[in-house]
């Protein structure tokens, strides 16, 4: 007979659920309570530490010493604490901690701590700075129930929603149903002597055995005689017997770890029978109306599933059939499965012994399908390769027949608008050639008569200024003399824009060279002209010639007329369009100022408009006009 000692309530004292519990280096036993009260009994005398936070679910869930000889706290609402004997330490967001709900702790052989945080990953404290670990790090953010350290200085970590988290201090490996986890939603985790890790779930018990370079997954259950499956927060141990114990929803478990484990292994699995379009077929028996669509070689032995089967497009949803036999336990099989061609990776382990498949293209396919069992080793994958046949209108021959067809097509489009194009081309040249011709006549003509009847009055009126003895006559006859000069100078300024033949920038900076220099002749300053020494083929309109060179003439007579200076530059750049300043050393201009300027700005800015061009005025040390053209064919 068993005999238990009770302590009860009494003076001070006060019990309110006690959550955890230790026993320090010295023997006094430590207890967490479930309103955060922390309590030491020495064997005589209970003391009681109240918690921080006035909260009635302030539950202490784990405790700890380090090899200093301090106690760790883990608590729902307060972070962690340290007690050294004398006074509390608390860590919370402030000092680093990623959240204040804290689950487990642990000291690694390094003098480490590390903390399993709700929803916020793990943090680690090396006594000086708190480290977190989260997705940034590889490892998810999810609840952290327990952490044990195996005897290769691994860290597990029990998880709530990830499974089991193996970390070799850099890279997190996961243990989830998907691996064979019973459930990912992990309480408890420890280490037994064989170095066989013991994970308690939501769903049942499961055991890490080392296998090569991985771990092999047991599963333990209802059928192997457990009660409950719900294990609870740090609810392992091993005693000196060497055998293990865990609280579960409803009772204490324990299990002898001194006796060997049996691993039975699952046979190979099999493939009992093929669906296709939700419809049985027994392929030894097949309708002749189904052969033109369902064709094979033979049937597989032992089962309904046919070789080198071949279907038309239409036939697309393949239901498989599957089973595997483990006499040992035969509930415990669970399946998974993959159709390369369509998705390489393996499906989550399951119960169902089919696999369904809708709605597949054309293709060549092959379905594997692999078992495991109690002994939680996969047998080697079955094999099972089919032909979905392509339509006729997804076959190459008319694929490329649409593809010859539309190039066809594309080349009648392109051959239409390459001669539409060229119409347009000839039509435009005709166009052009046109206009040239009538430039060119008109300039003759002028050039021949109205030319040749200025010179004419010009010399009349000569002569008559020489046989006039009238000083006043002399006068109105050198008025018309001038008058004609002017118009004659005008004349051949249009002239010079009408003539086809002077359709090119050489031709146009060659003539503002040489009407800049006769129209600086007289100006009693300095004046200098500058044009680059490689000038581009690039043929210019004569109307755009003729605003460039108008307003380059304004700009000068205005410079002489305004400026007052004593320094002239023009200067001519072409860097992809053609660049004109014309710069003086003079007064500087107020642009705003109409009075001063006049309409000069103005109709120098309506030429370069009028062309394309961009127009500005710098003023420093004088006055600076830019002219901006851009360089295109003429039309």
């Known amino acids: 007979m068993y005999n238990f000692s009770y302590f009860k309530e009494k003076g001070n004292e006060k019990f309110t659920g006690q959550r955890s519990l230790m026993q320090d280096a010295t023997g006094n036993i430590w207890i ?96 000086t700075r708190l480290i977190n670990y989260t997705e940034k790090e590889g490892f ?51 280490e037994d002597s064989a170095g066989h890790i013991w994970a308690g779930t939501d769903k049942g018990l499961n055991c890490f055995i080392p296998s090569k370079n991985n771990y092999v997954i047991y599963n333990y259950g209802l059928q192997d005689g457990l009660k409950a499956l719900d294990f609870n927060l740090h609810s392992a141990c091993i005693d000196n017997t060497n055998r293990i114990w865990w609280g579960t929803g409803k009772n204490i478990v324990t299990k002898d770890l001194n006796r060997p484990f049996k691993q039975n292994n699952v046979k190979d699995v099999k493939l009992n029978y093929v669906e296709i379009n939700d419809r049985f077929y027994d392929y030894r028996n097949l309708p002749d109306s ?53 998705d390489d990776n393996w499906s989550s382990p399951t119960d169902e012994t089919l ?28 094999s099972y390769s089919f ?123 060659s003539y503002l060279q040489k009407q800049a220099r006769q129209m600086m002749e007289n100006y009693p300053g300095s004046f200098t002209i500058t044009i680059p020494e490689q000038i581009p083929d690039i043929k210019i309109g004569g109307e755009t010639r003729r605003h460039i060179y108008l307003t380059v003439k304004e700009a000068l007579h205005n410079i002489i007329k305004h400026s007052g200076a004593d320094k002239i530059n023009l200067v001519i750049a072409c860097a992809g369009k053609l660049i004109i300043k014309v710069s003086d050393n003079g007064k500087g201009m107020n642009t705003g100022d109409s009075s001063n300027s006049g309409n000069g700005l103005k109709n120098m800015r309506n030429r370069m408009e009028q062309i394309g061009g961009n127009f500005s005025v710098e003023n420093n040390q004088g006055l600076t006009l830019i002219f901006e053209i851009p360089l295109k064919p003429a039309l």
């Not at 195996?150 to 691996?179: I, P, Q």
């Not at 369902?294 to 697309?316: E, G, R, W």
């Open 32 to 127: 967490g309570e479930t309103v955060g009260n922390i309590i030491s009994f020495n064997g005589q005398v209970f003391t009681t530490y109240p918690s921080e936070t006035e909260n009635s679910e302030n539950t202490v869930f784990d405790l700890k010493q380090d090899r200093q000889g301090n106690i760790w706290f883990a608590k729902r609402y307060d972070g962690i604490s340290k007690f050294n004997g004398q006074y509390f330490t608390r860590y919370t967001e402030k000092e680093g901690l990623p959240c204040k709900k804290i689950y487990s702790i642990l000291e690694d052989k390094k003098g480490n701590l590390w903390f399993g945080t709700d929803g916020a990953g793990i943090c680690k404290y090396d006594g």
């Open 387 to 509: 032909v979905i046949r392509p339509a006729w209108w997804q076959t190459w021959w008319f694929k490329t027949l649409v593809i010859i067809s539309l190039l066809g097509i594309l080349f009648l489009i392109g051959r239409f608008i390459y001669y539409y194009q060229l119409r347009k081309q000839k039509i435009l040249l005709e166009k052009q050639l046109a206009v040239q011709y009538e430039r060119q006549r008109i300039s003759a003509e002028m050039h021949d008569d109205i030319g040749a009847g200025l010179s004419g009055i010009r010399l009349m009126t000569e002569m008559a200024k020489m046989k006039s003895k009238d000083d006043e006559t002399g006068s109105e006859i050198e008025k018309i003399y001038n008058s004609v000069g002017d118009i004659s100078s005008k004349m051949k300024e249009v002239i010079w824009s009408l003539n086809t033949e002077n359709d090119s920038l050489g031709n146009l900076l």
């Open 140 to 190: 998810f953010d999810k609840s952290v129930t327990s952490i044990i350290e195996d005897k290769k200085g691994n860290l597990w970590l029990g998880t709530l929603g990830a499974g089991v988290c193996r970390f070799d201090g850099k890279n997190f490996t996961y243990y989830t149903e998907t691996a064979g986890l019973s459930n990912n939603n992990v309480w408890s985790l420890i």
């Open 355 to 382: 696999a369904d498949y809708r709605n597949l293209s054309h293709g060549i396919y092959r379905f594997q399908v692999k078992a495991i069992g109690q002994s939680q080793v996969w047998t080697p994958p079955f």
């Open 290 to 342: 189904l052969h033109k669509k369902i064709s094979f070689s033979k049937v597989i032995p032992f089962s309904n599933c046919p070789d080198s089967l071949s279907v038309t497009h239409d036939q697309n949803h393949f239901t498989f059939h599957f089973s595997a036999i483990d006499w040992s336990a035969p509930d415990k099989i669970k399946y998974s499965y993959r159709m390369i061609g369509l």
